[in-house]
């Protein structure tokens, strides 16, 4: 689904495509927003929402990010 806000156009996934991208159930995903540490959804209806596919990749790309470059030293 794109929408264009002004001169940006930006794709917002289902919860279908945002499961297919991080592997997460959307319980976890639900956890995870709470904590504060995935992207909040935007709210498009009474009952659904989706999330922006570039806060969403910008994410994974600081978890690909860690991986390269772990902080953590193994024990």
Excluded: C
């Amino acid at each position: 689904m794109l929408f264009s806000y002004g001169e940006i156009v930006m794709r917002i996934l289902s919860k279908r495509q945002l499961k297919e991208l991080v592997l997460y159930s959307p319980q976890h995903v639900a956890r995870l927003e709470k904590a504060g540490q995935f992207p909040k959804r935007v709210k498009l209806g009474p009952n659904r929402v989706g999330w922006v596919e570039s806060e969403v990749l910008e994410w994974l790309k600081v978890r690909l990010a860690e991986r390269k470059n772990p902080t953590d030293t193994p024990d």
